[in-house]
């Protein structure tokens, strides 16, 4: 052989088992990621987190790091709060049974486990003249409620999904479980809720004409 063709070689056999590695990995973490998921809960059948959800988000699946995480309550608060993941789902968790209903006509009913947002407000101190809650996500989408949804109501943040932590394209670290509403109200990768005074403020699809109640008993435009 010569010193060129060895040289070859040698580079082909790194490009290929860089290449193995790679695909073996995804596979792990796609497996890991759903294998024992919970296929029912007190005798309700649930969706697969693998496969009964429609991929439609505004920048495609994002991928937060864990580490890097910061969830901040802000706006009309008494002291703005910081908090890592590690320190959010080591508190006391809700588990529920939701289905979320997709307007584009398809739905997930899925045992969600997460923590109370108001419990993380009251923590905050929300100042007496906020009337609303606006949750932003690391992809720049965003969805509003009335302040009082979230407090007369147990509104959690859900990490985990059929018994297992919520996959990147689901969500992680966070989706808000908003139970009686629409899809689009259901904001996953949150990294921010802002206690504001401003009830005018429109969502992400809110302010492309859905209704901003996004109530699920009614239609789904204003
Ligand atoms: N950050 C963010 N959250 C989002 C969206 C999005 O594009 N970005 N899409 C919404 C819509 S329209 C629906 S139906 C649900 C779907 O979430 P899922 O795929 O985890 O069920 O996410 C909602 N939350
Ligand atoms: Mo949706």
């Known amino acids: 052989m010569t010193k060129l063709a060895l040289k070859m070689t040698?580079?082909?056999l790194v490009l290929v088992s860089i290449g193995t590695c790679g695909n073996k990995a995804d596979q792990d973490?796609?497996?890991s990621a759903t294998?024992?998921?919970l296929k029912e809960y007190?005798?309700?059948k649930l969706s697969s987190v693998a496969s009964d959800f429609v991929e439609n988000s505004i920048e495609g699946p994002q991928h937060v790091?864990?580490?890097k995480y910061r969830l901040q309550v802000t706006g009309l608060v008494d002291s703005v709060r910081t908090f890592g993941y590690d320190q959010l789902v080591s508190r006391p968790s809700i588990k529920k049974v939701v289905t979320l209903n997709c307007v584009e006509g398809w739905s997930a009913t899925i045992l969600w486990e997460g923590i109370l947002v108001r419990d993380l407000l009251s923590e905050a101190g929300v100042e007496s003249t906020a009337n609303t809650v606006i949750f932003h996500a690391s992809d720049g989408y965003s969805?509003?409620?009335?302040?009082?949804?979230v407090?007369?109501?147990d509104i959690i943040m859900a990490h985990r999904m059929?018994?297992?932590t919520m996959p990147p394209e689901r969500g992680f670290p966070f989706e808000l479980v908003a139970g009686g509403k629409w899809g689009y109200k259901w904001i996953r990768w949150i990294d921010r809720i802002e206690l504001s005074d401003n009830d005018k403020y429109r969502g992400f699809w809110e302010s492309r004409g859905y209704s901003n109640d996004g109530d699920l008993k009614k239609g789904f435009f204003d």
């Open 42 to 44: 007190e005798g309700v």
């Open 143 to 149: 969805t509003s409620f009335p302040l009082s949804y």
């Open 65 to 67: 790091d864990r580490e």
């Open 151 to 153: 407090t007369e109501n």
């Open 10 to 12: 040698v580079l082909l």
């Open 35 to 37: 294998s024992g998921e």
């Open 29 to 31: 973490t796609t497996e």
């Open 162 to 164: 059929n018994g297992l």
